[in-house]
């Protein structure tokens, strides 16, 4: 382990990571970010949005901007007021005592696992969203398979368009909703005879006219071709075993999402779906004192890049006050 111990080191490189870092940066921090080590598809530098091409909503472009563009200018920014930034996946950490010791490891280089010690901790390593697990969800992402109906729902190849939810949770009851004021009709594909979502929102989606339940039923393939992207998918109804093509221009995965907090288990206090919990309303402060989250990890709500990097800018903020509180300068 290095003597030196960090003010602020930040886990996680997606909009709520380059954020704090940014913040925490032009605060004179010098933060450390441990970026993740690019080995695997929510291990990337970036996080998430380094898999979408185009991004609609992020406040400042008219014309919208390509996800890696937008991760690549964070970057730089949080580089230009001084961060450093390690391409590492962190692997566990000891919050049992202060300074908090994080261990981390270089695959990419095949390094062996470093130990930092830090004052503060950002916690900023994002979520998956839980897709089917079917090879052809991967072959047309970007062309039709998404897992996000506010991020992509409003993008011209959906427009008055049939689509597929795939789900029978709130999230999907949720999902189609908003999707139906785009879609000529939405497919709610549910392997039960009934939805989970609450009754209230159950209630609100089977009266919606654009919203058709297909029940016991589970998506088998997705259909369609590399010039036209999704134009269909093969159902098979679970109790006759029957196969339906229904045809569809994008399928939307509602089935939802996995925070990246597995390295945090037993160290932070983390609800029973692995979000990390905040104290204290609105604030970053997590479990432990000095140990801060922002983004899609703490947040089973809005995951939206807008909402990661405000929390990011909370969490920076946050750690900045502990540090002056605790006269580390
Ligand atoms: C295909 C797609 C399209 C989307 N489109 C939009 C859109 O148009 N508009 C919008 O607002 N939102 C969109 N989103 C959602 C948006 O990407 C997320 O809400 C946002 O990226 C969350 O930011 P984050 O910083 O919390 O986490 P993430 O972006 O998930 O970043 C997490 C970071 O943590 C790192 N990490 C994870 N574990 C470790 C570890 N153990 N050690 C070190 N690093 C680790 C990862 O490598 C990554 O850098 C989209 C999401 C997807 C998947």
Known sequence: MSSAIEKVVIIGSGPAGWTAA???ARANLSPVVLAGDNLGRDRVKGGQL?????VENFPGFVKGIDGKELMHTMEQ???LFGTRIRSHFVTKVDFSSH???IFHVDDMAGEEETVTAAHTVIIATGAAANYLGLPSERKFENLGVSACAVCDGALPRFRD???????GGDSAVEEATYLSKFASRVHLVHRRDAL????????RALTNPKIVPVWNSAVEEILGTEEKGVTGVRVKNLQTHHTDVIEASGMFAAIGHTPNTKFLEGQLELNDKGYVVLKDGFRSLTS?????AGGDCADSTYRQAITAAGMGCKAAIDAERYLAEHGIH
Do not use: C, D, H
Request: glycine share 6%.
């Open 22 to 24: 940014i913040y925490a």
């Open 50 to 54: 380094m898999w979408t091409s185009e």
């Open 77 to 79: 920014q949080a580089a």
């Open 99 to 101: 300074p908090y010791r």
């Open 161 to 167: 368009q049939p689509l597929v939810v795939v789900g």
């Open 196 to 203: 989970r979502a609450s009754k209230v929102m159950a209630n």
């Open 288 to 292: 432990v004192e000095g140990v801060f």
